[in-house]
């Protein structure tokens, strides 16, 4: 009989990457933090594994590692799929749809049937559990094909709300202001810019603090077909804006530089602290990932912040520091230098999990090669030069695991190492390894399926020595209680 203890594609479920219990998960939705909860919603397919019947599911938590999944919040509605949005806690009822005393919470998503997408409204009062869906009139309507993900927040120096919403065929942001969250004004067009080799989705404004304390200001949006390694990829400006227009001061950079973060979704729960997630997949691929029940997971939530570099601020990602309470056994490395091709066993035996800091000193070294495998499988190699040039993410999976056509690739990232020296921090779970490099300023996400359960990292010097000047390896324990049946630890 197989039961979910030994279907192998339960096997690939992580351990603290949030996974709806069954079916499909697509791009984060409506992150927020309200009441001591975190609420994560997210594009789900309720009926099965593929894009489908597109729905709002939700899961929440108090940590932001362990989610309990609530659900459908919102359900397609008669021939109308829901598809992404964002949602904010009214805290001043602007809306009129609170009760005294009971801000709403107010989600703005895109009503999408075949020919039209217009932008919608739905409420909740009382902590997300059941909503309202204002679903009859559309609060956004221009009568268009493409236009969609509205992203929404308070803007205090106008104190009014505004809204980023994607024209994808015109790669334009359009961004719109509201006194109450139902009559939106337009204000400005941003784009296009940067990379418009596909359309534009998901945008995402915020402010972040620069290294001196100035107040900056972020524009992201995705583009589906068109980052340089293929498929789905996003890419960011920073600049100003005034409440009305972004004025870009940067070029456009790609954030991520792997194959598999896509729609990050951004929030902000405590002064100071601005965090997103994305979704850990690439369009390219992502309905054929050999994961059933289940298709679909979000990132690590990783804090943002703003780093000087030579051209201009850049926009630095690391996990938030949550993440460090599920560190489990740590295991040191005695080694002070890695000795030019002699490689380096990081982790004692194979591990589901597992959470690996680096610090190198290049002495001589003109490389640094990190093996991550399974079995006789190397899954991914990183390998990064140390006289500063570029990191290179290869991926291969073994033909057992049924990983689907094109998954497998070499993924490459510029990388500063200024004197010759390196940072890294690499979270892997059981189906994805995530890379920050340089304290967070060069990341790389990529699904990995690992041949057998458990991953082994060794790593080696090449064309030289170099010197460790910080280690650690910890095991990274479930972030959920045990799913019953699955047959984990
Ligand atoms: C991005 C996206 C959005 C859309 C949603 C539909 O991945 O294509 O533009 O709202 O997915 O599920």
């Known amino acids: 009989m197989t039961t979910a ?4 594609a339960e096997r690939h479920r992580p351990l603290f990457h949030f996974t709806p219990a069954r079916h499909w998960l697509n791009d984060p939705n409506g992150l927020l933090h309200f009441g001591g909860e975190y609420h994560l919603f997210f ?9 489908g019947h597109m729905s709002w599911g939700h899961a929440v938590s108090r940590d932001l590692m362990a989610w309990e999944d609530l659900g459908v919040a919102l359900p397609e509605r008669e021939g109308r799929a829901i598809f992404s949005g964002s949602a904010v806690v009214d805290w001043h009822n602007t809306s009129g749809l609170g009760l005294p005393d009971v801000p709403p919470l107010v989600a703005l998503y895109t009503g999408h049937r075949e020919g039209h997408q ?30 969609r993900d509205p992203k929404v927040f308070w803007h205090s120096g106008t104190e009014r709300w505004v809204m980023a ?13 509201s006194p109450s969250l139902r009559d939106w004004t337009s204000e400005s067009l941003f784009g296009p810019a940067g990379d418009t080799s596909g359309p534009w989705e998901v945008p995402e404004l915020f402010p972040l603090m620069d290294e001196d304390g100035l107040e900056r200001w972020v524009l992201k949006v995705d583009v589906y077909p068109g980052r340089p390694a293929g498929g789905s990829g996003c890419q960011y400006f920073v600049g100003t804006f005034d409440g009305r227009t972004f004025s870009p001061t940067t070029p456009a950079r790609w954030l991520d530089h792997g194959p598999d973060f896509y729609a ?32 679909g997971t979000v990132s690590v939530p990783r804090e943002l912040s703003l780093a000087e570099s030579a ?23 005695r080694e002070h230098t890695l000795r030019d091709g002699v490689p380096l066993i990081l982790t004692p035996h194979a591990l589901p999990a597992l959470d690996l800091s680096l610090d190198l000193a290049g002495r001589g070294a003109r490389r640094l090669v990190l093996h991550i495998g399974s079995g006789d499988q190397e899954e991914v190699v990183i390998s990064c030069d140390l006289g500063g040039r570029r990191l290179v ?19 490459e990232a510029p990388l500063t190492a200024a004197d010759h020296l390196l940072s890294l921090r690499i979270l892997v779970d059981r189906s994805s390894v995530e890379v920050f490099a340089q304290d967070g300023r060069v990341v790389m996400t990529a699904l990995a399926f690992p041949e057998e359960a458990g991953w082994t ?4 010097a090449q064309g030289g020595d170099a010197e460790v000047l910080r280690s650690s390896v910890y095991a990274l324990r479930r972030a959920a209680p045990p799913r019953p049946g699955s047959g984990d630890p």
């Open 43 to 51: 594009q789900h397919n309720p009926f099965g594994s593929t894009h």
């Open 264 to 295: 990050a979704l951004s929030f902000s729960d405590l002064p100071g602290r601005r965090v997103w997630l994305g979704w850990m997949n690439n369009w390219r691929y992502a309905s054929r990932l050999p994961t059933e029940p289940w298709r």
């Open 393 to 411: 993410l290869r991926r291969t999976t073994a033909p057992s695991v049924g990983a689907p056509e094109g998954f497998d690739g070499e993924y």
């Open 165 to 177: 919403v994607a024209h994808p065929t015109e790669r334009q942001v359009e961004i719109f202001s």
């Open 457 to 460: 990292v060794r790593a080696a």
């Open 311 to 333: 051209e201009g601020p850049v926009l630095r990602q690391q996990p938030v520091a949550e993440l460090d309470r599920l560190q489990g056994a740590e295991f040191g490395v």
């Open 118 to 147: 217009a932008q919608y409204l739905a409420y909740s009062r009382d902590r997300g559990r059941t909503w309202h869906d204002l679903g009859e009139v559309p609060v956004l309507d221009r009568g268009k094909c493409d236009f």
């Open 5 to 8: 203890q030994t279907r192998p």
